[in-house]
T-cell receptor, first 114, second 115 residues
Framework: AQSVSQHNHHVILSEAASLELGCNYS??????LFWYVQYPGQHLQLLLK??????LVKGIKGFEAEFIKSKFSFNLRKPSVQWSDTAEYFC????????????FGKGTHLIIQP | DAGVIQSPRHEVTEMGQEVTLRCKPI?????LFWYRQTMMRGLELLIY????????DSGMPEDRFSAKMPNASFSTLKIQPSEPRDSAVYFC?????????????FGQGTRLTVV
């Protein structure tokens, strides 16, 4: 079975700092990867996704992620964070034919200090 | 489209009571998922349906949990009897065909508190 691990449970940054959230997955075959964001009190929204092609994926709100197959990683990055980026971030993977649904990491709680 | 609609948004119930959570997927989506979110375990897939048929319910924690999808526009997740450890946020999500290669759209969630 596939699994997704996120390295940091809590990250605190100041505004304008650069962000990198780690994500590793365990599945060895073809895998689709996602980052979702959950703002306080809201539902999950898709930030970006990777299916194939260019391993550097651009998402909304200035986020990007890089798929590194050799490292089984899909880290999320943003060069300069804003206070409004305070949220919970979830990495998710979809393997094979999607038969297992999305497998999520436990999430990273990001707090941006003004 | 209004998106995935879940009700109620909040539910507080006493231990032992039956709880029913409801979900209306986005029209035209033929995959429907139920997830549970807790601090300890993060987001867990409980069960998912394809064309109203349950495909994988291996994530359902116990026999106290059951889910149905009587038609393409409605699904329920029932807990009977409820226990305090069932307290969590329950999300419903739907996805258009084919699921592989597309994203899942999430509802606002139901925050369940069992006292």
């Amino acid at each position: 079975a596939q699994s997704v691990s996120q390295h940091n449970h809590h990250v605190i940054l100041s505004e304008a700092a650069s962000l990198e959230l780690g994500c590793n997955y365990s599945y060895g075959g073809t895998v689709n990867l996602f980052w979702y964001v959950q703002y306080p009190g809201q539902h999950l929204q898709l930030l970006l996704k990777y299916f194939s092609g260019d391993p550097l994926v651009k998402g909304i709100k200035g986020f990007e992620a890089e798929f590194i197959k050799s490292k089984f990683s899909f880290n999320l990055r943003k060069p300069s964070v804003q206070w409004s980026d305070t949220a919970e971030y979830f990495c998710a993977a979809l393997s094979g034919g999607g038969a297992d649904g999305l497998t999520f990491g436990k999430g990273t709680h990001l707090i941006i200090q003004p | 489209d209004a998106g995935v609609i879940q009700s109620p948004r909040h539910e507080v119930t006493e231990m032992g009571q039956e709880v029913t959570l409801r979900c209306k997927p986005i029209s035209g989506h033929d995959y429907l998922f139920w997830y549970r979110q807790t601090m300890m375990r993060g987001l867990e897939l409980l069960i998912y349906f394809n064309n109203n048929v349950p495909i994988d319910d291996s994530g359902m924690p116990e026999d106290r949990f059951s889910a149905k999808m009587p038609n393409a526009s409605f699904s329920t997740l029932k807990i009977q009897p409820s226990e305090p450890r069932d307290s969590a946020v329950y999300f419903c999500a739907s996805s258009p065909p084919p699921f592989r290669g597309t994203e899942a759209f999430f509802g606002q969630g139901t925050r369940l508190t069992v006292v």
